[in-house]
């Protein structure tokens, strides 16, 4: 079945450092969400990437697609603690919706 | 706060008894899906639920099941519990079809020993 791989699994950044986190798919995809779970939360939609190539912002947080639409990118620019969580991709079912996560990647951030 | 409730939020069963757990959906959402979240991992599409249907399944077994009522809120029932049903419950309440975003409950931690 279609499986999504995120890399890395865990990353720790001091305050202020960038961080990227990446989403790949061996099929085309019709589309990419991405979710931020904090610890002991639920997991929040954070946005939904549609378009080959297409680029979206959000204050610090930059979400890319791919031209093959295969792989997607978060990038948070000066993480800050408030960043932390696990951030999962995964895509919408065209018919119903369904998602499927990646295994997410878990940020840390030390002040 | 998505709107989205769940209960319980906590639970201990032991293995071999059954489970139920609900969700109220968002006001105005039709669809509810439900996964199931391990511990350091993604969680995983157990099922989804529209028009008080089944409309899709994940890779679970038999033993989980569910319903939908009129009012759109739904169960998941778990029978035969097992050690590894452990997990985080996580139910998300949509719009039916693509191009929508999830809304997701606060969960159900189930603890089966």
Redesign the interface.
Known sequence: ?QQVMQIPQYQHVQEGEDFTTYCNSSTTL??I?WYKQRPG?????LI?L?KSGEVKKQKRLTFQFGEAKKNSSLHITATQTTDVGTY?C?P?????????????TTLQVKP | ETGVTQSPTHLIKTRGQQVTLRCSSQSGHNTVSWYQQALGQGPQFIFQYYREEENGRGNFPPRFSGLQFPNYSSELNVNALELDDSALYLCASSFQGANTEAFFGQGTRLTVV
């Open positions: 079945g019709s589309n969400q939360g639920h997991p929040v939609f939904q549609v999962f995964g919408s079912s065209s018919n119903t919706g369904k998602l499927i996560f990646g295994q997410g």
